[in-house]
């Protein structure tokens, strides 16, 4: 079951990177990262989100949305929430550990899922430092 989320998060990490890569400047005023958060900050508000159903707040802490228009990131929220309603949305996350590389520019952060139908998983995520904080790694 971990290997079949892991994999359809990451076709959805790539898939949506091409709405992203093709989409024009577009208002990105939603996204409340910067360079003060932490990576377990910028992960815990996209879970917040997650859990919130928000899914376009979610979609906001990806790399490369700052060149994705209103309807790219409606369109990636779309897949995501999909996704994650197949399995009853996220009920409760918690974030287990962070790694940051030694260079300061990229970390890992470990996240226990679980999921509206019972069903639990662990999961990490690659988080880099871009000129306005951390982001989500597509």
Avoid: H
């Avoid at 690659?126 to 000129?131: A, D, Q, R, S, Y």
């Amino acid at each position: 079951m971990k290997k079949f989320f892991t994999i359809l998060f990451a076709t959805l990490l790539v898939g949506s990177s091409a709405f992203v890569s093709c989409g024009q400047s577009g208002d990105t005023t939603g996204t409340e990262t910067n360079k003060i958060d932490s990576p377990s900050i910028v992960m815990d508000k996209t879970l917040k989100a997650l859990k919130n159903k928000d899914y376009e707040g979610a979609v906001r802490y990806m790399e490369g949305v700052d060149g994705a228009t209103d309807e790219d990131i409606s369109q990636m929220a779309a897949l995501i929430g999909m996704i994650y309603e197949a399995n009853g949305g996220v009920k409760d996350y918690e974030i287990l550990n962070e790694e940051t590389s030694e260079d300061g520019q990229s970390a890992v952060v470990y996240v226990k899922y679980l999921f509206g139908n019972g069903e639990s998983q662990e999961d990490s995520d690659i988080l880099i430092l871009t000129e306005k904080g951390w982001v989500i790694k597509e």
